[in-house]
């Protein structure tokens, strides 16, 4: 079985789909493993690494598409790489199946089997898996120390000679997996925290991370699905939570906002308004601009300013810390892979608890029912 790394070729993608030590796990189980000449870069790891660790090294794009078996990628192939791959090869990454499912038909008309990190099942077994959530991790570190970075004051309460200097007040909308990392770093960094989210286990999270968790009254509606993921709500719902964010955001230095709906767009929690209430020198930094932004100010991976607020979404801050992103992506990917190879070669058991649910192109079709709806 050959598997094959390509470099990302995406504008400012800075991750590889394998880190070395990936590969030498992967050769020892009887893999050969290729990769493209400096794919390792962004992420601090050169050919001769690679090399190192038992991989072969090409600098032919095309052969390496040609002859790849399996092909672990972060971005989604462009339809002419995925008419490159052999009938039945592999390719396993972030595909964006339920944002932009349209874009994996040339995936299915080329015969490939194509697995989507973003739907194998959140399941015990799994979590090692989890990319999502490894993404969404280094997301909300960056997003705080981008805000700290840019926001005119400190973090932390100082007592000095001169006086005492108050400690900045963050606010983290959606209490996920990247919310979660957030609010950690943000009190870390000695602010004082707030976190928002509708799903009531969140609270507790919020809690014991030792922020402040504001609560509105829903009225006992249902908040989440059987998955623990959260559910779109009416639009009383949602102008409650909005009004409750607006009053703290008058006193708050930075909102970051991480709040999604799987399948859905995200959902609008500051309004105009609220975003008109802030104090001057204060920051939104909207981690949802991928799927319309939490602000109603958001333009993806651009800066907005109002009346001396900024309002910033960067949509790929994984790659702004490549090497750790890549690490646990890395590793990622390898959970997933390792079961399916037996003596060097990949058995795809689609009974697989795991398998089946991730896998959205097979033998020239789209096998995923929510993908072949939305389609
Ligand atoms: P996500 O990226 O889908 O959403 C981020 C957060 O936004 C969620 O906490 C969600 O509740 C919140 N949100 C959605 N609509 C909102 C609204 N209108 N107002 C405020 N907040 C809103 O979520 P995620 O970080 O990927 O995690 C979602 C769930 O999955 C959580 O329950 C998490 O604990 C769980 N999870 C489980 C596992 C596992 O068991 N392996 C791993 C990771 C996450």
Do not use: W
């Not at 689609?350 to 993908?371: A, F, L, W, Y």
């Amino acid at each position: 079985m050959n598997i094959v790394v390509l470099r990302e070729n995406q504008q400012g993608e800075s991750r590889v789909a394998l880190m070395p030590e990936a590969v030498k796990k992967l050769v020892a189980l009887k893999a050969s493993v290729q990769i493209e000449s400096s794919a390792g870069l962004g992420a601090a790891r050169s050919d001769e690494d690679y090399r190192n660790a038992g991989a072969e090294i090409s600098a032919d794009r095309n052969a390496l598409l040609e002859s790849a078996d399996v092909m672990p990628v972060v971005n989604r192939p462009a339809a002419v790489d995925f008419a490159r791959l052999k009938k039945g090869a592999v390719v396993i990454g972030f595909l964006r199946p339920l944002d932009e499912p349209s874009a994996l038909q040339p995936a299915a008309d080329c015969g490939v089997t194509a697995f989507a990190v973003e739907l194998i099942p959140r399941i015990t077994r799994a979590q090692s898996m989890d990319a999502l959530s490894s993404m969404a991790t280094v997301a909300g570190y960056k997003a705080v120390i981008i805000g700290a970075d840019r926001i005119p004051r400190m973090f932390p309460l100082l007592m000095t000679a001169a006086g005492t200097v108050p400690p900045a007040r963050v606010l983290v909308l959606g209490a996920g997996v990247a919310g979660l990392q957030a609010i950690a770093t943000a009190k870390r960094l000695g602010a004082v925290v707030e976190g928002y989210d509708v799903r009531a286990a969140a609270g507790e999270q919020v809690k014991s991370l030792g922020a402040t968790f504001l609560e509105v009254d829903l009225g006992g509606i249902k908040t989440e699905d059987a998955g623990g993921y959260a559910v779109e709500l009416s639009d009383e719902a949602m102008n409650r939570g909005r009004a409750l964010i607006a009053e703290h955001a008058k006193q708050t230095d930075i909102i970051i906002t991480t709040a999604q709906v799987p399948g859905r767009r995200a959902p609008l929690l500051i309004t105009e308004d609220a975003v008109n209430g802030m104090k001057r020198g204060s920051l939104v930094i909207d981690l949802a601009g991928a799927t319309g932004g939490n602000c109603a100010l958001t333009k993806a991976d651009e800066i907005v300013e109002r009346n001396g607020v900024t309002v910033i979404a960067p949509t790929n801050l994984a790659a702004t810390v490549p090497v750790h992103a890549s690490q646990l992506y890395s590793r990622n990917i390898t959970a997933f892979l390792t079961p399916m190879i037996k003596d060097g070669q990949l058995q795809i058991d689609m009974n697989d608890d795991v398998v089946g649910p991730s896998c959205v192109t097979h033998n020239g079709e789209i096998v995923n029912k929510r993908v072949s709806d939305m389609l």
